[in-house]
T-cell receptor
Framework: TQLLEQSPQFLSIQEGENLTVYCNSS?????LQWYRQEPGEGPVLLVT?????EVKKLKRLTFQFGDARKDSSLHITAAQPGDTGLYLC??????????FGTGTRLTIIP | NAGVTQTPKFQVLKTGQSMTLQCAQD?????MSWYRQDPGMGLRLIHY???????DQGEVPNGYNVSRSTTEDFPLRLLSAAPSQTSVYFC?????????????FGQGTRLTVV
């Protein structure tokens, strides 16, 4: 079973601070996705990265794919309460199945 | 603009009972899947289907059955519920594989087995 490890598992910070969460695997991904899940809802896709070293920005969120395509990070600048949620990475290894990480539960304190 | 619809949203079962969780999508996606979400364990794949008439097992298939008679519907059956199956269940669909694997999720079914 291919494993995706996310860190930290929980993160609680003040509004306006910056943060980074990580997603790591021992295997090389074909592609990697980040999802955000709010309470009582299903996960919603934020971004897909496919090229080693790729950086994508979505407003205050910056996603980076590692050069070796084994890891990824999500950086949030000037966090806001609306960023609160469970952040999940999901990797694809060239087949149909997505494998999800264990998630980072982020709380932004106003 | 329904997307992926799951029913019911909540369910309580007694040990040994059977039930079917319903999932329907209106996006004409070929690929559908069922996950369970437990605290600290992320989403684990139960079963998936790459098209009508084709299903396969995921990471945690024991105790669950699926069928895919149409593109739209992908029900999940619990044959004899056990307390270990208490979880939140998500159905997802996507257009395909590789770069097309953006998964669209339903709102989930919270199942409690007592």
């Amino acid at each position: 079973t291919q494993l995706l490890e996310q860190s930290p598992q929980f993160l609680s910070i003040q509004e306006g601070e910056n943060l980074t969460v990580y997603c790591n695997s021992s295997s090389v991904f074909s592609s990697l996705q980040w999802y955000r899940q709010e309470p009582g809802e299903g996960p919603v896709l934020l971004v897909t990265v496919v090229t080693g070293g790729e950086v994508k920005k979505l407003k205050r969120l910056t996603f980076q794919f590692g050069d070796a395509r084994k890891d990824s990070s999500l950086h949030i600048t000037a966090a806001q309460p609306g960023d609160t949620g469970l952040y999940l990475c999901a990797g694809s290894w060239g087949n149909e199945k997505l494998t999800f990480g264990t998630g980072t539960r982020l709380t932004i304190i106003p | 603009n329904a997307g992926v619809t799951q029913t019911p949203k909540f369910q309580v079962l007694k040990t040994g009972q059977s039930m079917t969780l319903q999932c329907a999508q209106d996006m004409n996606h070929e690929y559908m899947s069922w996950y369970r979400q437990d605290p600290g364990m992320g989403l684990r794949l139960i079963h998936y289907s790459v098209g009508a008439g084709i299903t396969d097992q995921g990471e945690v298939p024991n105790g669950y059955n699926v069928s895919r008679s149409t593109t739209e519907d992908f029900p999940l059956r619990l044959l004899s519920a056990a307390p270990s199956q208490t979880s939140v269940y998500f159905c997802a669909s996507s257009r395909g594989t590789g770069l097309l694997t953006e998964a669209f999720f339903g709102q989930g079914t919270r199942l409690t087995v007592v």
